[in-house]
């Protein structure tokens, strides 16, 4: 038996918390379901069919989808990647993201994904509940020095529990997260004018070096050729 696109794509229209699409091997959506419409503050499919990231969403968050989309074109798989996305206001805001190649008579012929929301209550499932306190708290502190005690007491579970539960859903100990949640908004604050110190400071980095070294730990490139780059692409 074999299932149509469109049929997988009407399936995900119905579940409005995940956001579905398929890709071609250039990069080009072929199907979405409903959600990305909303959160792309679009009304048809036909104004997404054909088009690559670049072209729909702000460059800092683009460049990563296209990353990660050259990653599972040539047989990566993705698994609960935390990032950011745009809701249907416009404004950032986390998912766990799964990628996997598009297989057809043993060849890749584009890509399949999707995103979970992790901002509504019980995006994670019920048992999960009490992780979806603890990035909340994350995201609203991650400016400041965040206690891992103060994660003890919002989910009740001890520090192995937690550890355990946050990598089985992340794939990251609670302190990975929470860099990961710090450079992300680094990035998008990159796009603005401010100095990159005073961007790591925002951002919860006790010194512009320490910034720096997470920075290119994470992304690859220093946060100032991140800039550049951002500049080279906005400049056509």
């Not at 609960?80 to 996305?85: A, D, I, K, P, S």
């Not at 008579?105 to 994904?113: F, H, P, T, V, Y």
């Not at 400016?143 to 550890?163: C, H, P, W, Y």
């Not at 290119?216 to 800039?227: D, L, N």
Request: hydrophobic share 40%.
């Amino acid at each position: 038996m074999r299932v149509e696109p469109a049929e997988i794509e009407a399936l995900f229209d119905a579940i409005p918390d995940v956001l579905f699409f398929m890709k071609d091997c250039d990069g080009r959506y072929t199907h979405i379901n409903q959600t990305m419409l909303r959160r792309l503050g679009l009304k048809s499919r036909k104004e997404v069919i054909g088009r690559t990231a670049a072209e729909i969403y702000p460059t800092g968050l683009s460049a990563d989808y296209a990353d990660q989309d050259t990653r599972v074109l040539g047989g990566a798989v993705i698994e609960n990647l935390m990032e950011l996305h745009l809701f249907a206001n416009r404004e950032p805001g986390w998912c766990l993201t799964c990628k996997r190649p598009l297989v057809v008579d043993g060849r890749i012929q584009g890509l399949i994904g999707i995103s979970r929301d992790l901002g509504q209550k019980h995006s994670l499932g019920a048992q999960y509940e009490h992780l979806r306190l603890a990035l909340a708290h994350l995201n609203a502190h991650y400016a400041e020095n965040v206690r891992m005690q103060t994660l003890l007491d919002i989910t009740g579970f001890s520090l192995s529990k937690l550890e355990r539960s946050f990598r089985k859903v992340f794939q990251m100990t609670p302190q990975q997260v929470l860099t990961r949640l710090r450079i992300q908004m680094a990035m998008h604050l990159l796009h603005g004018n401010d100095s990159i110190a005073s961007i790591g400071q925002a951002c919860g980095f006790s010194d512009q070096s320490a910034f720096t070294r997470k920075f290119k730990a994470e992304t690859g490139v220093s946060p100032r050729a991140y800039r550049a780059r951002i500049a080279e692409l906005a400049g056509g």
